[in-house]
């Protein structure tokens, strides 16, 4: 007794470490719980306590290979989520902007890919094939490069130090332009992803394990391996390069930052190009699984809770939220979805969401919001 | 600076509202078609808006309109937003169309209730409210050739067929994936009654519009349910990602059958191979072998008249937008018969389309022999419950797969007039019919 | 020249403290509403009437509302439409369940519910804060729109899930249903938004708008003031729902007439009024309407004003140029005057009280 109070300081744990533990119990013992109210017979099957509580888990372990699917499905939805949501992070943390345009910059690039390749090889008769996608590659990502020039020079430079909510509003403005700009363009009509001339796999191998099947397409692993690499190689452009840690002092602070020399325009480009890369990496994920049409756009907002549950500010936040979004929404709509007739997955990432900030306010991996007055 | 740019906005504020449309010449009739070519549902609103636009180009061009009435057709774009529709709506009144086209459920929801006030007939071909098929209830609606219900029915008449017989449809799990809106939910009531009567397991499997493309969870769910077949209630880009996913979760695409608005070539194209076997209902052919498409080709599309890429004219939707354009051409010769009047009015559109009975023969005079199906409006019947047949995506083209499937009459109409009552009794007010009832020869 | 303040002396606090101080502003406020009763309903097309008044007046109750959480006491919420929603489906379900009690009466009463909602979802509000909370509410945005559809109770089992607006008479004459005048329905909705507008603007210069100023300018400090951070909060949201909620049995039942309004009240709406909010200018009841003007009138304008004075852009076009002209303005406007379209109108009344002679 005396001695625990001698010695209050030096946990076992760290704080992080002590949370997980907390946590991984507290499920242990819903659990436990829930099994021997099963057991017990105090929820008899057909009850509403069994269908929520029980049935769920009982289909996980009955049906292995169904688990791993959904589970696999949530894993990919969760990467690209993250791409998204990666897409925002990049330019609020540089730039203060909550950029809702980032939305209609996945649609927009992966148009400007498809529509160029199209042009080429049907107006300008050049052989479809590897090197004119290769070359339609090229053309959107100047044009995101334009465009990331375009918005620092015509928005970003005469609103510098609004209101949060002013950047935002202009970013809606955007967003308006691109839609109409883009529709203008290349018109409205869906439009099909130039998968295989991009070299990206399109097959699919089937698993028979687990007393089943588990089906995976190679273009989510690719998609999976890509985002990785492209996470990588930006953490590392962060880490290791001179415009990197440029970008890291903006971050900070915008004042210092300039003080010390560094021009926050160039670097206001660099991060709206990156951005627009990432968007356009995203596009064509996406636009390989479904189609390019305008329509995509509303799968932006699926980063919205990915972001609040990791933090605006933070890349690996962005990763985890994306993951633990997009698999316990897949989980969510496949197991609990039929009892409230389906179709949940709208909200259930914003509740999952809100139920992280209800005891982080500023999502997992954000900054400490420190007030004062 | 400030104050002049307020005052010019102001000044071109004040010009548009007081100029208002000015009416229309009478030696034209004037047609307002709503389309969507923007918006997230463009990929099935332009090859439909693009038929419609072409053919009537076309009657222009070769016969100088209809009854040598040059017809003034405009596009109105909603963008499928219902308040779009309205401003639509509110245009096409003002400058005196004949006939309302929605081209949405929700914009058709809005117009119902003004049709018989206004003076303008709605033509919901295939979609809005089913109940509208009453005509002694709604008669100024006409939703021909067939209704939701009917598409439903004759969708589980497909599944009866092809398992041979509707005994064996007892202890089946049939799956309805639908829009979670309105429009998808439209075939519930029918497949429900249908559950009940012959034994088959219904589930249900709904997708937000926010989640169109991103449809990985409801086809896991239909993979556990071990779900034997699944009709397709979606529109727009949820129906390349509906036919993807099925080929992604190795459901077998040939029992997955799309309703008539879910079988677009681009529905099916994008997902290569995987697509081969998908089908759809459709009510009228496709392909550029018809006489009428080849006048199209001529008169429109080679004299650089038409929004469409020469490869698209022929496909599904397209020819869906002709099919409209010549049922609604057909109703406006029949105004002029009866009228005996060359520029008709909204009241005289729905006189002639009444009387509409488009026979074989009249399909093959209006250029198109065997299109489609007869359709024969009277008055009390304002949709004819027309034939459907189920076709099959060969990778390509889409091939007929059934003969024709007639919806069962006697269980969907008094279903439907059980709802035209309800609307009715739910728009307190409701006017009974006072419209004449035309001599259907 | 005449819009100048000399010789009008304020002797008591009343008149110190009045909305409009100057006697000029009451003039024009009552020149402004003679107008809007007695003259825009006779001269103004039925096009312009239907297409732009109608949701022009019905939308600007909601962007108060929202101006009210937004503007006044600091809180950003993308569900507004979902709480439009709870409006028109409560006023759907009272006036189907008690048709003798007048729909004006339901019209109003429909907002409690919808403040009822607005509550529950604005618990969160005591935690998380700014962007955060924008994004939060979008969790109720979502989920209302779920449940107008999945609920079928809500649209009294109907299978064509759409609300259908039964014929309403105040005193023998028709004011919802197909059959009203549409000159009387925009009479009501006047009515609507003027009595809204009075209730607001007294609303936020009262004690109870004061609370919720300071809690916009720093929560924390007005907490350290006495301010009970929940009470204001959720009265915040609770009055900014119910003109949500008020403004959705407008929306529909006053405007369209009849809607799918799971599908109606979508996220696209929320945006559209936040939109209204910014760019009408924050905590400002004139911008509010400017905002809403903006996004109703400008795009409908555009589209249908321009072939009118000989531009030949119709359908689709125009709808791709509306939208980049729109959102190029947005961009332009906010350059010019981040505070928005109320903040011009200030420095243009600010012009004329010195006009002619501004040194």
New interface residues.
Partial sequence: MSLAQAAPAKPLLSPAMMGLLKVLGAFGAIALAIVLLVQSGAMPKGSVGHKVLAAPFI?MWE?PD?FA??IW?GL??GVLYALIALGFVLIFKASGV?NFAQGIMVVFSALTLVGSYEIMTQRLGLPPGTVVAILALIIAIATMFVLAWLVER??LR??VN?????M???T??????????G??IF????K?MITAQLGLP?G?T?FNILGG?V?I?HLDVAAAVIASLMIAGLAFFFQYTRIGRALRAVADSHKAALSVGISLNQIWVIVWFTAGVVALVTGIM?GA???V???????A??A??V??LGG?TSVPGAIVGGLIIGIG??MG??YW??L????????LA??I??GF??FR???LFGEK?I?R? | MTLKKLAMGAAFAAATLGSGFAAQAQDSIYFMHNTYRTGAFSGSGIPVGDGTRDYFTMLNNRDGGIGGVKINFEECETAYDTRRSVECYEQGKAKGTVLYVPWSTGATLAAIPRAHIDKIPIFSMGYGLSASAVGDVFPWVFNMPITYWDGANAFIQHVAQQEGGFDKLKGKTIGLLHLDAPFGKEPIPILENMAKQHGFNLKLYPVAPAEMQNQSSVWLSIRRDRTDWVYNQGWGAMNPTAVREAARGGFPVNRLVGVWWAGGDDDARPAGDAAKGYRALNWHQTGANFPVIQDIIKHVVDRGQSLAPKEKIGENLYNRGVYQGILIAEAIKNAQAITGKKVINGEDMRRGLEALNMTEAKWAAAGAPNFASPVRVTCSDHNSQSAVYVMEWDGKAWKRQSSDIQPQKDMVRPLLEEGAKAFATSNAGWPARTEACQNNS | MFYRETGQFKTNYAADMAIFPIRQDRIGIAIILAIAFLVVPFVTSEFTLKTIMLPFLALSVAVIGLNILTGYTGLISLGSAGFMGVGAYACYKLTTYFPDVNILIWIFVSGFFSAAVGVFFGLPSLRIKGLYLAVATLAAQFFLQWAFVRIPWLFNYNPSGAIEVPLRTLFGVPITGPTAELEVKYLICLCFVVVMTWLASNLVHGRIGRSWMAVRDMDIAAELMGIKLLNAKLMAFAVSSFYCGVSGAMFVFLYLGGAEAGTEFAIRLSFLILFAVIIGGTGSMIGSFFGTAFIVALPTILKFGAPAIGIAITGATAEKIVLMIIGALTIYLLIVEPHGLARLWQIAKQKLRVWPFPY
Avoid: H
């Fill in positions: 289909d049906l169904l699917q959904t499905e990919v939805a909550f015509i928005v005469p609103l609004q209101n949060e909510i002013i935002l509003m202009a809606v403005g955007l967003t308006y332009f691109l839609i109409g700009f529709e203008y018109g409205g009509n869906p099909v399109t699919s089937q099947r089906n397409q996406w699984r479904s189609d049409s305008f329509a995509l756009e509303i799968i907002l699926k919205l809770p972001l609040i605006f929404e897949k709509e496949g979805g039929p409230l007739g389906g179709g949940i997955e709208t909200w914003y509740v969401a809100l900030l209800l306010p500023q999502g919001i007030e007055i």
